[in-house]
């Protein structure tokens, strides 16, 4: 062959060999600094069945039950949503520093807070882990963090962040039942009853009255589908929470002869979320709190809920008589439609 043509091969083969060499040393570069983090926490997260953190005006601590499910030590019955634990206590175990303080750099830092951010604990078993953090260093952006031993650490501010739950933050939303619409026979809400047959609705002293569907069917729904915001699971009495007087009481009663009630209650005011209580029969020891929103599908009347498109064989003008308001008083009563 040609040396003239060999010699662009040869050319690019090495600058193939050089790009790859490159690359190489690249790899090993990020390498290395991915390698310069320190871990904080000898510990595996799946060995873990403590996780305990106090600071941002909150107090948790979280242990691991022999069924390996996490329950809040205060609270063992509030239910909390298993992923999100898990990924919080991965979140402790994986925490990281940038770097250890030492010499002059140690000599220079502030005097220890007597109010630290956080203290965190980590336990499995006998072993456990224990981190302070202390004050914020806004210019570079690193809390410096202290172990039990007293050695100090800067972390990154972002990776503490998200590290503070609250239970709520960790709660896990409740539904009333796992029943569906087809398995509803009838329903009440306060002085209006209500019969499903086939999918359809009618008044139950009044099967010839038009009734528009979806109005109805959305009663139903929000009362099977709904999800629960948060369980008080000491609750106070009744009138606390304005379930003594009720706003709405519903019932539905299903094919199978089993029933479910609810009652909803005043707006929260522990809350800046808009929320209201609820009560259920099928948990009567536990007062939720769900979206307020909920209860506006059942600020209807009799009139209101007339299918004025019906023809005159499904409804009889005469059948529209005095309206039957269902809610309560105050805010829920003035949005009944007039």
């Given at each position: 062959?040609?040396?003239?043509k060999?010699?662009?091969?040869?050319?690019?083969?090495?600058?193939?060999?050089l790009?790859?060499?490159?690359?190489?040393?690249?790899?090993?570069?990020?390498s290395?600094?991915?390698?310069?983090?320190?871990?904080l926490?000898?510990l595996?997260?799946?060995?873990?069945?403590?996780?305990?953190?106090?600071?941002?005006?909150?107090?948790?601590?979280?242990?691991?039950?022999?069924?390996?499910?996490?329950?809040?030590?205060?609270?063992?019955?509030?239910?909390l949503?298993?992923?999100?634990?898990?990924?919080?206590?991965?979140?402790?175990?994986?925490?990281?520093?940038?770097?250890?303080?030492?010499?002059?750099?140690?000599?220079?830092?502030?005097?220890?807070?007597?109010?630290?951010?956080?203290?965190?604990?980590?336990?499995?078993?006998?072993?456990?882990?224990?981190?302070?953090?202390?004050?914020?260093?806004?210019?570079?952006?690193?809390?410096?963090?202290?172990?039990?031993?007293?050695?100090?650490?800067?972390?990154?501010?972002?990776?503490?962040?998200?590290?503070?739950?609250?239970?709520?933050?960790?709660?896990?939303?409740?539904?009333?039942?796992?029943?569906?619409?087809?398995?509803?026979a009838?329903?009440?809400?306060?002085?209006?009853?209500?019969?499903?047959?086939?999918?359809?609705?009618?008044?139950?002293?009044?099967?010839?009255?038009?009734?528009?569907?979806?109005?109805?069917?959305?009663?139903?729904?929000?009362?099977l589908?709904?999800?629960?915001?948060?369980?008080?699971?000491?609750?106070?009495?009744?009138?606390?929470?304005?379930?003594?007087?009720?706003?709405?009481?519903?019932?539905?009663?299903?094919?199978?002869?089993?029933?479910?009630?609810?009652?909803?209650?005043?707006?929260?005011?522990?809350?800046?979320?808009?929320?209201?209580?609820?009560?259920?029969?099928?948990?009567?020891?536990?007062?939720?709190?769900?979206?307020?929103?909920?209860?506006?599908?059942?600020?209807?009347?009799?009139?209101?809920?007339?299918?004025?498109?019906?023809?005159?064989?499904?409804?009889?003008?005469a059948?529209?008589?005095?309206?039957?308001?269902v809610?309560?008083?105050?805010?829920?009563?003035?949005?009944?439609?007039e």
């Open positions: 062959m040609n040396k003239k060999l010699l662009p091969l040869a050319v690019l083969a090495c600058i193939v060999a790009l790859g060499v490159l690359l190489a040393v690249l790899n090993r570069t990020d290395a600094q991915t390698d310069t983090t320190i871990p926490c000898s595996a997260a799946d060995d873990l069945d403590t996780l305990a953190y106090a600071g941002n005006n909150m107090e948790v601590t979280l242990l691991k039950g022999s069924d390996g499910t996490w329950r809040l030590d205060s609270d063992p019955t509030l239910p949503d298993q992923t999100k634990v898990q990924s919080l206590v991965e979140g402790y175990t994986g925490l990281t520093a940038l770097r250890k303080l030492e010499g002059d750099d140690l000599a220079a830092l502030p005097e220890k807070s007597h109010t630290p951010q956080i203290t965190i604990m980590l336990g499995a078993g006998e072993q456990s882990v224990n981190l302070t953090v202390d004050q914020l260093n806004s210019v570079a952006d690193v809390y410096y963090v202290y172990d039990e031993s007293g050695a100090a650490y800067t972390v990154q501010r972002s990776d503490l962040a998200t590290l503070s739950k609250s239970p709520r933050d960790l709660y896990k939303a409740q539904t009333l039942t796992d029943k569906t619409i087809d398995d509803v009838a329903m009440q809400v306060n002085e209006l009853a209500f019969t499903q047959t086939d999918g359809n609705w009618t008044l139950t002293d009044e099967p010839g009255y038009a009734l528009t569907q979806s109005s109805v069917k959305k009663m139903a729904s929000t009362i589908e709904m999800q629960t915001a948060w369980s008080i699971t000491a609750p106070e009495a009744d009138s606390t929470y304005g379930l003594d007087e009720p706003d709405v009481t519903a019932t539905l009663t299903f094919t199978d002869g089993t029933s479910l009630t609810v009652r909803f209650g005043n707006a929260c005011t522990d809350t800046e979320d808009s929320l209201c209580y609820l009560a259920s029969d099928a948990a009567p020891t536990v007062v939720y709190e769900v979206n307020a929103d909920y209860k506006t599908a059942y600020a209807v009347t009799k009139e209101s809920l007339h299918d004025e498109n019906a023809t005159a064989e499904t409804a009889d003008p059948d529209v008589v005095a309206q039957y308001p809610g309560g008083e105050n805010d829920f009563a003035d949005s009944l439609p």
